[in-house]
């Protein structure tokens, strides 16, 4: 018997697709992660955060056959490049200076969200495929400059390299739990399930005891620096309280949310997210957050926020429940030296030792963050531009950009600051 025709439907908002069928194809991927699932997509929209008005006019795209959901992603039409930390505003003056319009754009993206996972949602290879090719028939029909999808995952990146999008490589930091056990400066294999991170030394490993076996594992300059900028903010009088899931009270969510507008007012800009997108986090996604709270004198000075998930990985072909930590926001009221590294690194690398995280990514740039152990990864995004000599020149510019990238993490890795010198 032949099979069901595959019906393809676009949606400008998330609530004319089931919740539960939404999750549940997203539960099937091999890197889920807490923002694809609908609730945070939906509050994104629901909140004013991301909606045509802030230039993010959702067009979810979904394949359904037999009345199941099989396919699904999260598109914009994107009238601006901001928020998405992947930066074309090159292509797009490009566009401009020959006379051709960039915007409106497609985007297959987590809106203000550059956490590596999965994009394409799908049931198998054959349904991710037919994703993309709805995806590419779209754009044509609604004649967009180019398609993007940004942060994807390896068979996100497959299916787009197939389907002859271009890729493109950043650069972003993410600590691992994992205590190297033999000196040999050679780079161990990541866990299942887990990006690899480069510059890790060793053949086997274990995860840390503790913070202090975690900074046993650096070496001395870096250990020496960690204790000392950790004993500047103890000798500053401030202490951290640690909350999480429904233990985040209203005080404390408008708290952070005072912090957080602060850090994005002293820069100039207003915040991307409105305090009704944590208030819908609060209701329906509240253990998918943990929030550090610094206090001075008995007053909060300072918060961090943590995302944290739990998804059975099936990466490999075995199934395993991997436990990740994503640094999101962070906001200070009064100005403490180190504290940023304490309430951003040390307390959330602390935590996650204690509770068996295996890996902590510290979101989007800051070589920074190699002194902390947070090592460099490589992530993707998959481009297509629809004006053909613009597309061979892009494609021009990310081989150079690729090459020069990879000279870049060579770098890097040459500056680990793991001790390869380390023996049980």
Same mark, same amino acid.
């Given at each position: ?14 609530? #004319? ?43 979810? %795209? ?13 598109? /914009? ?31 297959? $993206? ?15 290879? @054959? ?47 993410? =600590? ?11 780079? !161990? ?20 005891? #503790?913070?202090? #076996? ?20 103890? #000798? ?6 640690? %909350? ?43 253990? @998918? =957050? %943990? ?12 918060? !961090? ?5 739990? /998804? ?12 990740? @930590? ?16 304490? @309430? ?9 030792? $204690? ?19 947070? %090592? ?9 531009? $629809? ?38």
């Amino acid at each position: 018997m032949a099979q069901a025709a595959i019906i393809t439907r676009v949606s400008d908002s998330l609530q #004319d697709i089931d919740a539960a069928a939404w999750n549940a194809l997203l539960a099937l991927q091999r890197h889920p992660t807490p923002f694809m699932r609908h609730e945070y997509l939906a509050a994104l929209e629901e909140s004013g955060s991301a909606t045509p008005h802030t230039g993010w006019a959702a067009r979810f %795209l979904t394949l359904w056959q037999n009345g199941e959901l099989v396919a699904a992603c999260p598109l /914009y039409l994107k009238s601006h490049s901001y928020g998405e930390y992947v930066f074309d505003w090159a292509w797009a003056n490009a566009h401009t200076e020959h006379g051709l319009p960039y915007y409106p754009k497609a985007l297959v $993206a987590v809106p203000f969200t550059p956490v590596p996972g999965t994009r394409l949602m799908a049931r198998d290879a @054959a349904a991710r495929t037919a994703l993309l090719q709805a995806l590419n028939a779209w754009c044509n029909e609604a004649g967009v400059s180019s398609l993007h999808v940004l942060f994807a995952a390896d068979e996100d990146l497959d299916a787009c390299t197939q389907a002859g999008l271009m890729q493109r490589q950043t650069v972003q930091f993410h =600590w691992t739990n994992m205590a190297p056990t033999l000196g040999t400066g050679v780079s !161990s294999l990541p866990p299942e399930g887990a990006l690899p991170a480069l510059g890790r030394p060793g053949g086997g490993s274990v995860a840390y005891r #503790d913070f202090d #076996d975690f900074l046993s594992r650096l070496a001395q300059e870096k250990r020496k620096k960690i204790r000392q900028e950790r004993r500047r903010v103890q #000798d500053a009088g401030v202490t951290f309280r640690c %909350l999480q899931g429904t233990d985040i009270g209203p005080d404390d969510w408008d708290f952070f949310y005072r912090c957080y507008e602060r850090t994005y007012l002293e820069h100039g800009n207003p915040p991307y997210l409105t305090r009704d997108f944590f208030r819908r986090m609060a209701k329906h996604m509240p253990e @998918a =957050w %943990l929030l550090f709270i610094a206090e001075r004198a008995g007053r909060p000075i300072a918060t !961090s926020l943590i995302a944290i998930s739990a /998804y059975p990985s099936s990466a490999g072909g075995q199934k395993s429940l991997e436990k990740v @930590a994503y640094g999101r926001y962070w906001g200070a009221l009064e100005r403490v030296d180190c504290l940023h590294f304490e @309430a951003c690194y040390y307390q959330p690398l602390q935590w996650c030792i $204690a509770h068996g995280v295996q890996r902590f990514e510290g979101g989007a740039q800051g070589e920074h963050k190699m002194a902390r152990a947070l %090592l460099p990864v490589p992530t993707h995004s998959a481009h297509w531009l $629809a004006h053909p000599a613009f597309a061979e020149a892009v494609d021009r510019y990310l081989q150079r950009e690729t090459a020069a990238t990879d000279h870049y993490l060579e770098h890097l890795q040459a500056r680990s600051p793991l001790r390869t010198d380390h023996k049980p």
